[in-house]
């Protein structure tokens, strides 16, 4: 049974850091592309940043670019999302995914979901 559970969220002030974790199971995930996406309350859901996972490609939405880092870990089997300079509006529910889609259209597997909430 695949999984992917994420960890790490919680309450900071605007300024602040954070940083996700999501902890991948379940089957080989070389051939897939790795992401974070969030959804906000009354929002739809957008993509955050993305990396391969056997050449470590690496995407961020521009809005984050700059103050957030997706990283991995291979032999951990886990992806990391450092969030800095957190802003109110980097406030969501944070979602890891993986899919064999390069630009991630399509979603293969998705995460539960941890909420980040940045204070002013």
């Known amino acids: 049974q695949v999984q992917l559970v994420e960890s790490g969220g919680g309450l900071v002030q605007a300024g602040g850091s954070l940083r996700l974790s999501c902890a991948a199971s379940g089957r080989t995930f070389s051939n897939y592309r790795m992401g974070w996406f969030r959804q906000a309350p009354g929002k739809e859901r957008e993509f955050v940043a993305a990396i391969s996972w056997s050449a470590g490609r690496i995407s961020y939405a521009d809005s984050v670019k700059g103050r957030f880092t997706i990283s991995k870990v291979n032999f951990k089997n886990t992806v990391y999302l450092q969030m800095n300079s957190l802003k109110p509006e980097d406030t969501a529910v944070y979602y890891c995914?993986?899919?064999?889609?390069?630009?991630?259209?399509?979603?293969?597997?998705w995460g539960q979901g941890t909420q980040v909430t940045v204070s002013s």
């Open positions: 995914a993986a899919s064999r889609d390069y630009v991630m259209v399509t979603v293969d597997y």
